[in-house]
Nanobody, 120 residues
Framework: QVQLVESGGGLVQPGGSLRLSCAAS????????MGWYRQPAGKQRELVAD???????NYADSVKGRFAISRDNAKNTVYLQMNSLKPEDTAVYYC??????????????WGAGTLVTVSS
């Protein structure tokens, strides 16, 4: 009943920047935590960053100081500003949202993923 649509992935050179967006739509009463995960090819999925509805943020150590997560609650949208990108940031990035509708609480939804490739 909830759809997450990601955008902003692509090819970027090392040291460059990208901004990912993820918009949630559907049967939504509220969204608690929204976040970004990534999965390099052949590797496990890992948390990149997340943010609560009140704006509290959490980052993986590998991206602290380089990435910034933010959200627009009115638009049910979360963003990931990625700066100083490194080849090891290359991965499929997935949006996640913890959504409550009028009948249930705390259900996780996932986007289909957007590919970020950092290469020179």
């Amino acid at each position: 009943q909830v759809q997450l649509v990601e955008s902003g992935g692509g090819l970027v050179q090392p040291g460059g920047s990208l901004r990912l967006s993820c918009a949630a739509s559907g049967s939504i009463f509220s969204i608690n935590t929204m976040g970004w995960y990534r999965q390099p090819a052949g590797k496990q999925r890992e948390l990149v960053a997340d943010i609560t509805s009140g704006g509290r943020t959490n980052y993986a150590d590998s991206v602290k100081g380089r990435f910034a997560i933010s959200r627009d609650n009115a638009k049910n949208t979360v963003y990931l500003q990625m700066n100083s990108l490194k080849p090891e940031d290359t991965a499929v990035y997935y949006c996640n949202a913890d959504v409550s509708d009028w009948a249930s609480d705390g259900m996780d939804y996932w986007g289909a993923g957007t590919l970020v490739t950092v290469s020179s």
